[in-house]
């Protein structure tokens, strides 16, 4: 997987006032499959896992327009960083 882009780090630090380590996204990016992207379930079931990990709820709303938004793009699932990106849009 590439590295994480320093403007994602700080993005997240940004809007949650926490710092999260390039080596926790990755571990947590490593478990990240097309077939997680592919479904909704799974899909769902990371961005709980990236809210937690920056401690910053998601409401129900949010979660289904990641998710449409992520459907609508074809994004390439090893692509984190744009993920990322996208998810600290919200």
């Given at each position: 997987m590439?590295?994480?882009?320093?403007?994602?780090?700080?993005t997240?630090?940004?809007?949650t006032?926490?710092?999260?380590?390039?080596?926790?996204i990755?571990?947590?990016?490593?478990?990240v499959?097309r077939?997680?992207?592919?479904?909704?379930?799974?899909l769902?079931?990371?961005?709980?896992?990236?809210?937690?990990?920056?401690?910053?709820?998601?409401?129900?709303?949010t979660?289904?327009?990641i998710?449409g938004?992520v459907?609508?793009?074809?994004?390439?699932p090893?692509?984190m960083?744009?993920?990322?990106?996208?998810?600290?849009?919200k």
């Amino acid at each position: 997987m590439a590295n994480i882009g320093k403007d994602v780090l700080n993005t997240v630090k940004k809007k949650t006032g926490k710092s999260i380590s390039e080596r926790d996204i990755q571990k947590l990016a490593s478990g990240v499959k097309r077939s997680t992207v592919q479904s909704e379930a799974e899909l769902r079931k990371l961005i709980k896992q990236v809210s937690s990990m920056a401690g910053v709820p998601v409401s129900e709303s949010t979660v289904n327009d990641i998710i449409g938004a992520v459907k609508k793009s074809g994004m390439n699932p090893n692509n984190m960083q744009q993920m990322m990106k996208m998810m600290m849009k919200k």
